[in-house]
């Protein structure tokens, strides 16, 4: 059985959420794993380098479902490791300053896309059209350096529960029709 590893972004990890909701979908065709923040409100790099090293087993077995910083988080991980997992779903990812949040500069260092450009076979990238947060413009950036497809979608802002985004069909639509080895 594959596994699948959750890593949720910058304030992430609510008990009611689409990573929740998706992980229990995919629960009994994959071993689902959540790579837990110690303190997901604290943008510090050196803490969530921390915490994805020690959530992390067998990365380059593994396939990865990302929500915005838990993206950069696991590149620098992916990078750091010199591994490649089986594939990736990059959920409003990033790799340039974001205007409100200055304290997110930390985590582009080192960051050379080149490296796993052409490597993240079984991959995507998805944004929303309205996502206040991030724009999709820099998440088709991310798509267009990794050479991954790129799912724009006309709603769903950052794709927070705060957004009213719950259930989010796409991410285990994606790993069913991609991911499932059997």
Same mark, same amino acid.
């Given at each position: ?54 959530? $992390?087993?067998?990365?380059?077995? &593994?396939?990865? /479902?990302?929500?915005? !910083?838990?993206?950069?988080? %696991? +590149? ?56 206040? $947060?991030?724009?999709?413009?820099? &998440?088709?950036? /991310?798509?267009?350096? !990794?050479?991954?497809?790129? %799912? +724009? ?30």
């Amino acid at each position: 059985m594959s596994k699948i590893y959750f890593v949720d972004g910058y304030g992430g990890s609510p008990p009611v959420n689409w990573l929740a909701t998706e992980m229990r979908k995919l629960n009994d065709t994959f071993e689902v794993e959540q790579i837990f923040i110690g303190n997901p409100t604290v943008a510090n790099v050196e803490d969530w380098d921390r915490d994805i090293e020690k959530g $992390i087993v067998e990365a380059e077995q &593994s396939y990865f /479902v990302c929500h915005s !910083l838990g993206y950069i988080s %696991l +590149l620098r991980f992916l990078l750091r490791n010199r591994v490649v997992p089986k594939g990736c779903l990059f959920v409003s990812p990033f790799q340039q300053s974001v205007e409100d949040f200055p304290e997110f500069d930390a985590y582009f260092e080192e960051i050379d896309l080149q490296k796993l450009s052409d490597k993240l076979k079984d991959s995507i990238v998805i944004s929303a059209e309205n996502d206040e $947060i991030i724009p999709w413009q820099y &998440s088709q950036l /991310v798509a267009k350096k !990794l050479h991954i497809p790129f %799912l +724009l979608l006309p709603e769903g802002n950052h794709f927070r529960s705060s957004d009213g985004i719950i259930e989010f069909p796409e991410v285990s639509d994606f790993a069913f029709q991609y991911w499932n080895e059997e």
